[in-house]
């Protein structure tokens, strides 16, 4: 576990909200001197607690506006590497999580539309030893960060 104290967290919370904010913002915000913001968030890279940085993309603007979860089941003792394999395959996938008990995997997918959903959910079914979906559409979302 990482050495991290309250002052870590805010600037954590900080960088989460906006990671392109400056380390002047930042020291007024935590009370701290730019320099000393620097040396902190120098020092979250090097124990690997920031990992990236990253933007946040608003798909719908790119046409990507439905979101889902779908659930996958495999066939008899498929292993981990190959359920990340068959479902990354799919280029619609933004992420595979494995999963602990029934369902094996859930698979977050960004689409244009219901009938690609559907599409999407069909090309996971042949990629691989699946022996069921069940897909989740999204709603609304909320994100720490």
Do not use: C
Request: no cysteine.
């Amino acid at each position: 576990m990482a050495d991290v104290d309250e002052i870590d967290h805010r600037i954590l919370a900080l960088l989460g909200e906006d990671g392109r904010r400056t380390y002047s913002d930042m020291a007024g915000i935590v009370g701290l001197s730019v320099a000393a913001v620097k040396r902190r968030v120098d020092r979250l890279q090097e124990i690997g607690v920031i990992t990236g940085f990253t933007v946040q993309v608003d798909h719908r603007r790119l046409g990507w506006g439905v979101e889902a979860f779908t659930e996958l089941r495999y066939a008899g003792t498929t292993g981990v590497a190959d359920i990340v394999a068959t479902a990354t395959t799919v280029p619609e996938v933004q992420a595979v999580y494995t999963i602990a008990g029934d369902p094996d995997a859930l698979v977050h997918v960004r689409v244009r539309d219901v009938p690609h959903l559907q599409q999407v959910i069909d090309r996971l079914r042949n990629a691989g030893p699946i022996a069921g979906t069940k897909t989740l559409l999204v709603l609304g979302a909320w994100n720490r960060g």
